[in-house]
């Protein structure tokens, strides 16, 4: 069973979901417009190992919003937050995409709340993605976003289908509850190409270098994820703490919402049970 609860930082109440205890705690961060209903598909499955929770970030889902806000660090800070008063022990921290930019922070914020981190194909290497921000084509991407984000969602609904036909009803649904429930504030920084802004005080470096416990980062396909082979060469080359898994078959997603999961779960098994020998 599942049971969404809050939690209130002292600026923002959080919105997030806990399993049973069933094992460790193992804490799942969305990228970055999603909420934790977008990874239903790997939680049914770790929640019956672990002691699962899955946690909205501000301005997505039913989280607060607090405007002027959304950069990362405020993330960073409301996740550290999370675990030490929530969690309350160390843990396993799953971030995909812009979760796992909140978990490396995570690594110098908070490490002895943490047992493990898993970094879901987000991108180490923050000057190429500064650099890559400002671009008119990532610019104009997010300003599609924006322009849907807070919409309703039965126009959201009929918008992403004449999208994506191609895309399943199922997920076309889902995204578009997702939508509805993000702050369009949460892009400001992205439509302006200040990614700058948006990652000041935050080092990918820093945070990986000095990481105290496990850390995998999970590298989908290059030509459709956010990570370069030099990349993850470069990240491993930091701290012999930080190991690499290769998902050749999946995009950006991992296959976590194309009902490709079992190859994500299967990409972090070894993972998982070395730090939980039985």
Request: glycine share 8%; proline share 6%.
């Amino acid at each position: 069973m599942l049971t969404e609860k809050t939690f209130n930082t002292g600026e923002v109440t959080l919105n997030y979901v806990e399993g049973p205890d069933n094992g460790p705690s193992l804490v799942i961060l969305p990228a970055f417009d999603n909420r934790w209903q977008s990874y239903i598909s790997i939680i049914s499955h770790l929640k019956q190992g672990y002691h699962l929770y899955g946690l909205d970030a501000r301005g997505r889902g039913k989280s607060g919003r607090v405007p002027d806000r959304y950069q990362l660090l405020p993330q960073v800070e409301d996740t550290a937050a999370f675990l030490r008063e929530v969690i309350g022990e160390p843990c396993i921290l799953f971030g995909h995409s812009n979760g796992g930019w909140a978990a490396m922070g995570c690594l110098k914020k908070t490490p002895e709340y943490l047992k493990a981190v898993i970094i879901g194909d987000a991108s180490v290497n923050l000057p190429a993605l500064i650099e890559s921000g400002k671009t008119e084509e990532e610019k104009e991407g997010n300003k599609w976003f924006q322009d849907w984000a807070g919409r309703p969602v039965e126009e959201l609904t009929r918008v992403l289908k004449e999208r994506y036909p191609e895309r399943e009803m199922s997920y076309i649904e889902m995204r578009a509850v997702t939508f509805s429930q993000c702050d369009p504030k949460i892009y400001s920084d992205w439509v302006e190409g200040r990614l700058d802004r948006y990652f000041d005080g935050v080092s990918m470096e820093n945070s990986l270098r000095e990481a105290k416990c496990p850390v995998l980062i999970v590298q989908a396909n290059p030509e459709r994820g956010m990570i370069p082979d030099k990349d993850v060469k470069w990240a491993l080359s930091l701290n012999p703490k930080v190991r690499h898994v290769y998902m050749s078959e999946v995009d950006h997603w991992l296959g976590i919402q194309d009902n490709k999961e079992k190859l994500f779960l299967d990409a972090i098994s070894s993972f998982l049970n070395s730090l939980n020998p039985e």
